[in-house]
């Protein structure tokens, strides 16, 4: 539960929207506004009736993104665009890979920036050794550069944290941006966290 999302119920509440309207502008089910609304004040007071999803986790497929490249270019744009906006100042562009590769490569091209690829440690398999993940030398290097991140989803942060620990002792790492973010966190490693979709968990007790 995001607090955030109860402070938003009470002050849509607090202007007389409807349960309807307040669904609709927070992109819930009618039950779940409905819940919400009748309990925002009780649940924001009382943190403990608050809960994670825990050891559940959401399924995210965007295979009707990732399938065309059409659409990825029009991804990429919007990426594009937040990095307009935002005035960053950077000199490569770090694909996380597998699925951050391709937005990457194609926010590199609009922008005329060099691209570089970092692969995981979870892509990397070496029996009895201590695994660390690396950054493709087929690409370009990223040292004493600075470097905007982009993956395709943020589960727990732990790809990102470890990616920018590395990049962190070569280059100047200044945003990362993914398509979809579920860890609800506002920076990793003290780099603000840009996503262009953000999932929330509510939880609805049955009644």
């Not at 995210?60 to 029009?74: C, V």
């Not at 990397?124 to 290097?141: A, D, M, Q, R, V």
Request: one cysteine or more.
């Amino acid at each position: 539960m995001n607090k955030d999302l109860i402070r938003k119920v009470i002050e849509l509440k607090n202007n007389g929207l409807t349960i309807g309207e307040i669904a609709e502008e927070l992109n819930v089910s009618m039950e779940t506004a409905r819940y919400l609304a009748l309990n925002a004040e009780k649940l924001l007071k009382e943190e403990e009736k608050i809960t994670k999803l825990g050891n559940i986790d959401i399924f995210i497929d965007w295979r009707n993104i990732g399938s065309s490249a059409n659409r990825l270019k029009s991804i990429s744009s919007i990426i594009v665009d937040i990095l307009k906006n935002r005035n960053i100042e950077f000199d490569t562009v770090v694909g996380i890979s597998t699925s951050g590769v391709p937005i990457a490569t194609l926010v590199a091209s609009e922008l005329g920036k060099e691209l570089t690829i970092y692969i995981p440690k979870k892509h990397i398999s070496e029996e009895g050794k201590k695994i660390t993940g690396s950054i493709s030398h087929n690409f370009s290097p990223v040292h004493y550069k600075r470097a905007v991140i982009i993956d395709d989803v943020v589960t727990s942060g732990s790809t990102l944290k470890e990616c920018l620990k590395q990049l962190k002792e070569v280059c100047s790492p200044k945003l990362v941006v993914v398509l979809i973010d579920k860890s609800g966190l506002d920076e990793i490693e003290d780099v603000p966290l840009i996503p262009l979709i953000r999932i929330g968990a509510v939880n609805v007790e049955q009644h």
